[in-house]
């Protein structure tokens, strides 16, 4: 698995991106051009919907720093910009469109002071995505121009924070997937975690950021920070929800049930919505199981946890392959990460 170095401002970023996997370019293309032609297929891929989203993002400083870091990906790559800006939406286009033929998953939770067996918090995230990014799957060390360094793990071709991270004042942050109604031309989530992790200190910040930019919507931000407070932020284009933490402990999966939000949830059959509603059930009750003795050994064991329900997701049972394991020790500034399904691979250690 590639580990990137980046420093400087936005487009030096990905440009640097680019060049180190360039290796992955071929992969990329293929994988681009396959999504692409679902999209199209699907009836997806509406160029009317996707000018909107660029024309928002142009006029928005806050997505500035994404499409900057897009452009020095596509430069690096000799990728076509447009095509890589259609790529990066295609998620978004899926949703608006209701062209959505795969659902995206994973799991996340955050526990910290009383529910952690020495206060110390701890976030984690099981990244349930599609087959072809296991492959380009990278971690990444970012020191921007401007704002706070930080860590975090992404997709080889993705801009902005395009999964989880932490930053050097111990800010973790990840993120979930929810199809939903309440959606539109804002922030997508990797833009909103890259401008977190460079511009907060704490979860406290990253709440009033949030509640002054126009988000997208379609997902979760779960958050958890070196001192212990942790949140849950339900995403909405026009309203939001923000989940505090029940004894010390959060949980996101892939719907929402704020009461902001939880009438937003679209799904595609019922088996899709008892599916994420059971895995976070599973989440909750293996973490309430040993609350107050949680640890970085349980984590790994609720991130391999196979049973009834499956928080480590294997195909073809699964609709999507657990294709990492990232837990955060935010006191520690410490991510250890699982390249692979939790339940057979091993963990590295990266510190920030």
Known sequence: MKVLSLHGDHYQMGLQHGRQ????????????????????????LNTTILDELQRAWEADAGARSTLMMLEGIADALEIPRARLFQYVAASYLEDVSLARTQPEGCTVW?????????????????????????PMRCIAYAAP??????????SAGSPGVY??????????????????RDLGPGLARFTLMMNILEQCASTADARAYLQSVRCMGAGNLILMDAAGAGMVVENGFRACGFIAPMQDIVVATNHFVSAELR????FRSNTTYDETRARYATARTLLDQAYGAIDLAYAKRIAAHHGETALCRHRPLNNSDTISAAIYLPALRRLIFCNG?????????YRL
């Open 341 to 349: 399904w939790p339940c057979q691979g091993s963990y590295e250690a």
């Open 263 to 266: 009438d937003a949830n679209i």
């Open 145 to 154: 121009r401007e704002g706070y360094r930080y860590i975090y793990a992404t």
């Open 163 to 180: 999964s989880s991270g932490m930053n050097e004042r111990g800010l973790a942050i990840a993120d979930t997937h929810v199809s939903s």
């Open 21 to 44: 996997v360039n290796d992955l370019r071929p992969l990329l293309l293929a994988t681009l051009d396959a999504r692409l032609e679902g999209l199209t297929r699907a009836g997806g």
């Open 110 to 134: 955050a526990a910290a002071r009383s529910a952690t067996r020495d206060g110390a918090p701890i976030l984690a995230k099981n990244r349930d995505f599609y087959e072809a990014h296991i």
